[in-house]
């Protein structure tokens, strides 16, 4: 009533403001001056404790928090991962290097190898193939041969319209790296191949072996076939298929009937430092059977090559087993061996020119290779030479 008698007087200022005071204030009003800004339903909840709470009581858990606690309390802090070796790391890059290479668009792949190329002219090309990735086509995946003719365009300068091509000469495995020869065209291929059959195409290979070679330096000259290996899980492998065996009294060697499916098989091989029962040996197959280098090493002389699973074993496939010594040198674990790649290397393709000068092409040790001569203190032969 004492308003209505103020705005029944005239005071409309102090009458009007009063009543907007009292009224609650909605968005769309402006706040009286003087007076304190308004809080929403929540903020008031929040800035007010509850009657008769302890001021210093914690606030409560929302769900979600209290949730999450709960499943971080049954599943317990994240184990922590055993430390990893610099080999192991090595290793692990190196097969995850290759499967990707293997799994890449071909134009990324042949992008790789035009990186690597090593030598080239209006004849051949030599590229730098990397480990794991195979020549043909038949294993799956990317393969050299299956980017070639994007490889070829690319040393052309990405020309429209290019007859050239690109072929293989002579095969590499998959697991060996280094120096692959590339004919650019059919009748550079078949001189190739005629070059090669009378042994006027010289390739050197690197490898690293379990085991010194006696003696030093010789020629293997035993002929390889294939054999089923029978057991738990049958298989079949290279093997050797010698022409000579000793005799009955023990005293000589007596020749044997050659078995008709043996290939004739020549390995020269050269050491070029061992050290702590490894050796670096330079081959230089003469003959181009499967396997041939990997068999001579192994069976041949006792010296399987370091990282060859296949053929460290006769009876059984298994990882290479290793001596303590070189898996300590090595810095790997038994159980990991099964990741060390093969060190086999082609290092070196010597060939006849059109012109009549010698074609001499090297390849560079890749990483993997020259990390493990380091662990095991092998010397290359030119440091060696130098010293």
């Known amino acids: 009533m004492n308003t209505c008698r103020r705005i029944a007087r005239g005071d409309w200022t102090s009458g009007l403001s009063t009543v907007?005071?009292?009224?609650?204030?909605?968005?769309?009003?402006?706040?009286?001056?003087?007076?304190?800004?308004?809080?929403?339903?929540?903020?008031?909840?929040?800035?007010?404790?509850?009657?008769?709470?302890?001021?210093?009581?914690?606030?409560r858990l929302r769900a979600i928090d209290l949730a999450r606690k709960i499943q971080q309390e049954k599943t317990g802090p994240p184990a922590a991962e055993p430390p990893v070796s610099a080999q192991q790391r090595r290793v692990a890059e190196l097969k995850r290097f290759s499967?990707?290479?293997?799994?890449?668009?071909?134009?990324v792949l042949a992008k790789h190898l035009h990186r690597g190329v090593l030598y080239w002219d209006k004849d051949v090309?030599?590229?730098?193939?990397?480990?794991?990735?195979?020549?043909?086509?038949?294993?799956?995946?990317?393969?050299?041969?299956?980017?070639?003719?994007?490889?070829?365009?690319m040393m052309d300068g990405m020309k429209i319209k290019s007859d050239s091509q690109l072929l293989p000469c002579l095969g590499l495995e998959k697991e060996t790296s280094g120096a692959l020869l590339l004919a650019r065209s059919e009748e550079v291929l078949e001189h190739?191949?005629?070059?090669?059959?009378?042994?006027?195409?010289?390739?050197?290979?690197?490898?690293?072996?379990?085991?010194?070679?006696?003696?030093?330096?010789?020629?293997?000259?035993?002929?390889?076939?294939?054999?089923?290996?029978?057991?738990?899980?049958?298989?079949?492998?290279?093997?050797?298929?010698?022409?000579?065996?000793?005799?009955?009294?023990?005293?000589?060697?007596?020749?044997?009937?050659?078995?008709?499916?043996?290939?004739?098989?020549?390995?020269?091989?050269?050491?070029?430092?061992?050290?702590?029962?490894?050796?670096?040996?330079?081959?230089?197959?003469?003959?181009?059977?499967?396997?041939?280098?990997?068999?001579?090493?192994?069976?041949?002389?006792?010296?399987?090559?370091?990282g060859d699973?296949?053929?460290?074993?006769?009876?059984?496939?298994a990882p290479q087993k290793l001596p303590e010594r070189v898996l300590g040198k090595l810095g790997l674990e038994q159980s990991k061996i099964r990741y060390l790649p093969l060190h086999l290397l082609s290092r070196?393709?010597?060939?006849?020119?059109t012109s009549g000068a010698d074609i001499s092409v090297s390849c560079p040790l890749p990483k993997y290779f020259t990390q493990t001569l380091k662990q095991l203190q092998l010397i290359l032969p030119d440091v060696k030479n130098h010293k």
């Open 20 to 59: 907007l005071c009292r009224v609650k204030p909605r968005t769309n009003l402006r706040r009286c001056p003087g007076t304190a800004p308004s809080l929403s339903r929540g903020q008031s909840t929040a800035a007010k404790p509850n009657a008769g709470s302890d001021p210093g009581e914690k606030p």
């Open 99 to 107: 499967l990707q290479l293997q799994n890449v668009h071909p134009n």
């Open 125 to 153: 090309v030599v590229i730098n193939k990397p480990y794991g990735v195979p020549v043909r086509d038949d294993c799956g995946g990317a393969s050299v041969s299956s980017v070639l003719p994007v490889l070829s365009k």
């Open 192 to 306: 190739i191949l005629s070059l090669h059959r009378n042994n006027q195409v010289q390739r050197k290979y690197w490898t690293i072996t379990v085991g010194v070679p006696v003696p030093a330096e010789g020629v293997i000259d035993i002929p390889i076939i294939e054999r089923e290996v029978t057991g738990s899980q049958p298989h079949y492998k290279m093997a050797l298929s010698p022409l000579f065996r000793m005799n009955d009294a023990g005293d000589g060697m007596t020749r044997v009937r050659a078995h008709r499916q043996a290939h004739s098989a020549v390995t020269k091989y050269r050491v070029l430092d061992s050290r702590g029962g490894c050796s670096l040996v330079e081959l230089q197959p003469l003959t181009g059977v499967k396997h041939q280098m990997r068999v001579h090493m192994a069976f041949a002389l006792t010296c399987p090559i370091l």
């Open 309 to 317: 699973h296949k053929y460290s074993h006769w009876s059984k496939l």
């Open 348 to 353: 070196q393709l010597i060939l006849p020119g």
